[in-house]
């Protein structure tokens, strides 16, 4: 077969790059970027050329299989629902639905067909409770908007490819892009703000890759990012800097900011935080002075002890700036498709709730529906009422990923039925009793959703699917369909999917005002690409089937291979907050309780060495480390130590060391750089491969250690739910 050319969008990451890739007898080869993206305008990372070597992996999965005893088999999709029939019919009859759940991995983000059937399948299938990788990453970024806006996904993003100052806490651009901020090269915007003659400063334990890109380094102490904000509220208080710009008379609680700050002055944090009480004073001076400016936050300030205080003051911040919702600071996205996430939730109708229920085993109480993760563990393996029996993955790896890992690996066997939806036999799905493979990313469309509620500007790409599965084979979308409606009880024989879509859909179109009737009739196909067609047509730029002659739809973008550009960020406070006052909440309540916890980490002693995560350009998780490309070379899953603290602790570059907390300890080979400030050590997260049962054959040969092997259970942001895996006190000694 001759080469053919295909355009597609990559969905690695939220930079959502524009890809060209040629493809010669049914194997695809080199992977360019497309130049004439209209999001991504030719920018492309190392993993962008890997989806080849993802959808040709010889270990993925791509029929059912069932596992009995210690033997896997292939099994028809026929035959792999009648077993999940089985499992989940026995498990309701004998323990009940408080026994069934659910846990959502990160990637369900990035793909087509998972992202949105998540939705119908949670919502069918009735799960009192269910875990995600929410509450490892970005649960305080949720609980800050829920309150301070209306809406727990309304949450801001940095403009910028307008900014002209910007400062960056606890994020890592160079290597993960954006993290709720979608754009496409981080590091070249940087760069240009800098060329341009505006500033741009990282402040973080370690020297990273974007600090390499910033006028300026600022270390500071992990978990303390929150009182160095404070102070920074001091400053701009005391020193007559406020400034609320485009929100001015739009915005509650100023006057109580002001209070709380107050007892948070530069001199007060600096020996904790470990930033000169001058530098904390310029900062805040700065980011006021400056015409644009902007501070990002991101994942380093929501997984450590004081997550939803320190991405709530990254927003106070930003609007006492002058900043807040104007081009060049921090505003709204303005998606061309919603989501279901994005709608209203009918379970706050006066505005959010906490602690609506309890956790079984440690009762803490739910934070927006959700408790840590690493509570997992402890409700599978300890007896009781309500002791979870039946669990489904979808597109997750908790083994790797999620804190109290030994003990939820030694707790997923004693389940009556573990259901995977998965492309891989991993950490995790290798205890499956069935896995449930999905699509690769180039057997079926691709238009992201949820990733362009945080873009820095509004675009959209529709992507044909490159190679067609085998005959018979669901996608995602009818799988979690299925999944769901077998937790309700209905039975696999009779059940109609395309009823159950049809529902769906139908429901949608009356939430958003359109006739269903004309929607079904309207769309020729069915699941997640009628779903694309609903919220493109009834979503800001859409036709809303023909009332809009000038409006979108998704043929729109079908006929347009390099994507549609709508224009860059504008301002939406009037449309997005819906707080019950109409105002955005500076102030809310339920965060600002939490501020005399902060008080007395001021009095904490030093804790000695503590422990961070950290991520590489070649890496995305821990189902990245399969394709070799990616892993060849140096070792990447390596202690970093400063040099003060090597010698301290009698270890050597290249020497294995032990790694201790009160969770659990590792073996891991030392690297010695200065790019680790002084009492902070860091491993990456996603590793610990290698385990048997599990059908890895690249990653087991590079397996480095699981960091979460060292994140305790009860660590987290109490207030969000939110796992603490940055700044885990640890013990460092020769192996």
């Not at 088999?73 to 323990?95: N, P």
């Not at 590091?187 to 990273?208: F, K, N, Q, S, Y």
């Not at 860059?568 to 339920?590: F, H, Q």
Request: one cysteine or more.
């Amino acid at each position: 077969m001759a080469d053919s050319i295909h355009l597609r969008t990559c969905p690695l990451c939220e930079a959502m790059c524009g890809l060209e890739l040629q493809v010669t007898d049914g194997r695809v080869g080199t992977i360019r970027a497309d130049r004439d993206d209209v999001w991504s305008k030719g920018h492309l990372c190392p993993k962008g050329t890997t989806i080849g070597h993802l959808h040709h992996d010889p270990d993925r999965l791509r029929v059912p299989m069932v596992r009995e005893g210690d033997e896997w088999r292939e099994v028809t999709w026929d035959e792999a629902f009648r077993r999940c029939e089985e499992l989940i019919a026995q498990v309701r009859a004998q323990h009940g639905p408080a026994a069934m759940t659910t846990y959502i991995g990160n990637p369900v983000a990035h793909n087509f067909a998972l992202g949105r059937g998540v939705g119908p399948f949670i919502g069918m299938a009735g799960f009192p409770t269910i875990y995600s990788a929410g509450t490892v990453d970005q649960w305080p970024k949720n609980v800050a908007a829920a309150l301070m806006y209306g809406n727990m996904w309304s949450i801001p993003t940095i403009d910028l490819k307008r900014a002209r100052h910007v400062v960056i806490m606890g994020g890592n651009p160079q290597a993960s892009q954006g993290s709720l901020m979608a754009c496409a090269d981080v590091v070249g915007h940087l760069d240009r703000i800098r060329a341009e003659g505006g500033r741009v400063t990282v402040i973080d334990p370690r020297r990273t890759g974007t600090a390499d890109h910033a006028d300026e380094w600022i270390p500071i102490v992990p978990g303390t990012d929150a009182l160095l904000l404070f102070a920074m509220v001091q400053v701009l208080f005391a020193e007559g800097l406020v400034d609320l710009g485009a929100v001015d008379g739009k915005v509650a609680g100023v006057d109580e900011v002001r209070r709380l700050a107050e007892p948070f002055t530069p001199e007060a944090v600096a020996a904790t935080c470990q930033v000169p009480a001058d530098t904390i004073r310029r900062l805040a001076r700065d980011l006021a002075a400056a015409a644009p400016g902007a501070l990002y936050g991101r994942i380093g300030l929501c997984n450590q002890e004081f997550g939803t205080l320190a991405s709530w003051l990254v927003d106070v911040v930003n609007v006492l700036t002058g900043g807040f919702d104007s081009p060049g600071g921090m505003m709204w996205a303005t998606p061309v498709v919603w989501t279901t996430a994005s709608l209203p939730d009918p379970s706050f109708p006066n505005g959010y709730e906490f602690g609506r229920w309890r956790s079984r085993v440690r009762a803490i109480p739910e934070v927006l529906g959700q408790v840590p993760v690493s509570c997992l563990a402890e409700e599978i393996d300890t007896p009781g009422e309500g002791q979870i029996k039946l669990l489904i993955t979808v597109a997750g790896n908790p083994v790797l990923s999620t804190p109290n890992a030994g003990r939820l690996d030694a707790a997923l066997p004693q389940l009556d039925a573990l259901i995977c939806v998965d492309n891989w036999r991993n950490e995790t799905t290798r205890h499956a009793h069935v896995i449930l493979p999905g699509l690769s990313s180039l057997e079926q469309p691709h238009f992201d959703d949820l990733l362009w509620a945080f873009a820095t500007g509004s675009a959209g790409r529709w992507s044909d699917p490159l190679f067609a599965p085998i005959d018979g084979r669901p996608d995602e979308y009818e799988i979690l369909l299925r999944l769901g409606a077998l937790c309700m009880g209905l039975p696999h024989e009779d059940l109609d999917v395309d009823g159950l879509d049809d529902a769906f859909i139908t429901a949608l179109c009356e939430m958003k005002g359109v006739d269903p009737a004309v929607v079904l009739a309207a769309s020729a196909g069915r699941g997640a690409e009628r779903l694309l067609d609903l919220t493109i047509r009834t979503g800001p730029f859409g036709d809303r089937y023909g009332e809009v002659p000038e409006g979108l739809a998704l043929a729109d973008f079908q006929a347009a291979p390099h994507g549609i550009d709508l224009g860059p960020m504008v301002p939406r406070a009037e449309e997005v907050v819906c707080t019950p006052s109409g105002m955005i909440e500076l102030a809310p309540p339920y965060i600002t309780a939490d501020v005399g916890r902060l008080r007395a980490r001021l009095d904490r002693p030093a804790e000695g060495l503590v422990l961070v995560s950290r991520r590489h350009l070649r890496s995305n998780n821990s189902w990245m480390h399969n394709v070799k490309v990616l892993v060849k070379g140096k070792d990447r899953c390596t202690l970093l130590i400063h040099p003060d603290d090597a010698a301290r602790c009698g270890v050597a570059d290249g020497a294995v060391a032990t790694v201790r907390s009160e969770a659990g300890a590792v073996d891991v080979p030392v690297e010695v750089s200065d790019e680790m400030m002084p009492g902070v050590v860091s491993l990456p997260h996603g590793w610990g491969h290698g385990l048997p049962g599990t059908q890895l054959s690249v990653a087991n040969e590079h397996a480095g250690v699981n960091s979460n092997l060292l994140a305790p259970a009860d660590l987290y942001d109490p207030i969000s739910n939110n796992a603490a895996v940055n700044g885990i006190p640890v013990e460092v000694a020769p192996a």
